[in-house]
């Protein structure tokens, strides 16, 4: 029996990452018909047209959708075994880090974490981007780095999570608001008009059930989909939000904070990644980076 061209693991990788042979022709400096060979023997191998053409583009079919996660683990591991282990020089160290953070965390612990890196590493860059689900899909075909969120059940059972802080939610107000002044009970809390976050459009939350234990229940007057919304709102009109304390420190200056009047549950916030790299010197650095940083100290181990 013979052995296949493992060659082609790494062809098809960028065939199913790109969509495109040539895109993914220029990505590994072929031309265009060398491309097309190419893809014609991984039609031969693996018995599956794996890209068809829609149109003036190519979609995957169920089979290279199936493979595309096995197949960029397979050559992310097959490239660590075959990288030489060296010493990390940060001096030296040329490398642009994939962030993928929820929201609030650049704009309270960017600032430190770019001074830090760039201090240390020059040549390293670090590439910040939004974090819409919990789905760890990024963090297995190496797209990412490092996530930071609550840990949740859709994540990858594979991944690994260390806790970087606690949080807890808190009313934000604008100067000058009337529960700027006096004690705030739960029943004045809930008698305001309030603005709800939730990137997945529901209803309620968990203040609400907080709220509905004492025999309350708080007026939604709209719903956003993101924290630094719900202060935009509430710095310039009655309305009330509440937002985790940690992630909002800098996001809700002048603004009126205040400690929720009813008991709900706080938040771990973890930093998140792929086992791969878990002995990659560069990546161990930059993990240590993040949780010193949010700490505020140097952190053990």
């Known amino acids: 029996m013979s052995r296949p061209d493992l060659n082609l693991l790494f062809t098809l990788d960028v065939l199913l ?88 965390f650049v704009e309270n612990f960017g600032p430190g974490l770019i001074a830090r890196v760039s201090a240390q590493a020059p040549g390293v860059r670090l590439r910040f981007i939004r974090k819409p689900d919990k789905d760890s899909t990024s963090l297995r075909d190496g797209s990412v780095d490092l996530e930071t969120g609550v840990v949740g059940t859709t994540i990858g059972p594979e991944v690994r999570a260390q806790a970087l802080f606690r949080d807890r939610f808190i009313g934000v107000v604008r100067s000058g608001h009337p529960l700027a002044e006096g004690e705030i009970s739960a029943r004045r809390y809930a008698a305001g008009d309030h603005i709800l976050v939730s990137r997945r459009g529901l209803e309620k939350g968990a203040i609400d059930e907080a709220l509905a234990a004492s025999g309350l229940e708080r007026r939604i007057v709209t719903i956003v989909d993101g924290f630094a919304t719900a202060l935009v709102l509430a710095q310039s009109s009655d309305l009330i939000a509440s937002i985790p304390e940690r992630h909002s420190g800098n996001l809700r200056a002048g603004m009126f904070s205040f400690a929720l009047p009813v008991p709900v549950p706080e938040i771990t916030v973890s930093l998140l990644w792929h086992p791969r790299l878990d002995a990659d010197p560069a990546h161990r650095w930059l993990r240590t980076s993040v949780r010193e940083v949010c700490a505020g100290s140097p952190a053990e181990g």
């Open 17 to 104: 990452a790109e969509g495109s042979v040539a895109r993914a022709a220029k990505r590994l400096r072929l031309s265009q018909s060398a491309m097309s060979r190419a893809l014609a023997r991984l039609r031969e191998t693996t018995g599956d047209p794996l890209l068809v053409r829609a149109g003036r583009s190519l979609v995957p079919t169920p089979r290279a959708i199936e493979l595309r996660e096995r197949v960029g683990g397979l050559v992310q591991d097959a490239e660590a075994v075959l990288r030489p282990i060296e010493m990390l020089d940060l001096g030296k160290l040329v490398r642009t880090f994939t962030l993928r953070t929820n929201e609030g």
